[in-house]
């Protein structure tokens, strides 16, 4: 893709995409469990949203978790592609990686409970 430009660059990248999307669906329990999640929260922050502002944050506190389980499960894949092997260094980012999804988690949560309370 290095070489493609222009709409075969944006056509390479899309594929890409919904590849990492689909891997992340078969191969992720989490990911799942969030998507699953994602598909009831998403419209119901945006019937519930007050306004557009509300709206977007309802949805997207929610979208972004999805985010960072998929930033959490490339960095996890990616350690073990180095080394299946017991490191400390390995176990702390995946252990930080982890922590990110479970702050994703608590801000979308909180903000679920500002707007709806």
Do not use: C
Not at 13 to 33: C, M, N, P
Not at 40 to 50: A, D, M, S, Y
């Amino acid at each position: 893709m290095k070489h493609a430009g222009g709409l075969r660059r944006i056509v390479l990248a899309t594929r890409y995409s919904v590849e990492g999307l689909v891997a992340a669906v078969k191969g992720e329990a989490a990911f799942r469990q969030e998507l699953a999640l994602a598909i009831v929260l998403v419209p119901l922050g945006i019937w519930l949203g007050e306004d557009g502002t509300q709206r977007a944050l309802l949805a997207g506190s929610v979208l972004l978790v999805l985010v960072v389980e998929l930033l959490n499960s490339a960095l996890e894949a990616a350690v073990d592609r180095i080394s299946e092997e017991r490191h400390p260094l390995a176990k702390r980012a995946k252990d930080l990686a982890s922590a990110a999804v479970m702050l994703s988690l608590a801000a979308g949560a909180l903000v679920w409970l500002l707007i709806l309370l």
